[in-house]
């Protein structure tokens, strides 16, 4: 399958793609609030910038785009063309998360990782989030 628009166009839209501050970030940050829960954002001092950081519970919250950091699900399929690309990179993806991963639980925080397809669950995402700012720090 060909691409639809030219080179250009298609690197003028992938440029436009934000890294902060997107729409799954934006519901995660409006919920977490109105649960009661106050943050910090993209911790810059920890690994892989955090989009949520709660500093006083040693907890951080990543929220995932599924494409971008290829999720099993539908939406973290990649695309159909160019694979020699989007293959290692999305790949890469995963293994750049799973070190900073490790390197948050490193220090003694936990993370907790918000997929953009659990958004539409909002009574099972309330309780996600509820169970993980709420667990004791005992392990």
């Known amino acids: 399958m ?29 919920l977490v609030f109105s649960l009661g829960y106050r943050y910090r954002l993209h911790g810059g001092n920890l690994s892989g910038k955090p989009d949520l950081v709660f500093p006083g519970r040693r907890r951080v919250i990543f929220i995932h785009g599924c494409f971008w950091h290829y999720h099993n699900c539908s939406k973290g399929k990649p695309p159909k063309s160019n694979l020699d690309y989007w293959l290692p990179k999305l790949k890469e993806n995963r293994r750049r998360d ?26 099972q995402l309330k309780k996600k989030i509820i169970d993980f700012l709420e667990e004791s720090n005992a392990t």
């Open 98 to 123: 799973v070190r900073n991963q490790k390197s948050i639980l490193s220090i003694g925080w936990k993370f907790l990782v918000i997929w953009q397809c659990e958004l539409s669950d909002t009574v």
């Open 2 to 30: 060909t691409d639809h628009v030219t080179k250009e166009k298609r690197s003028e839209i992938m440029r436009a793609i934000r890294g902060k501050n997107t729409t799954p970030e934006i519901i995660v940050r409006k």
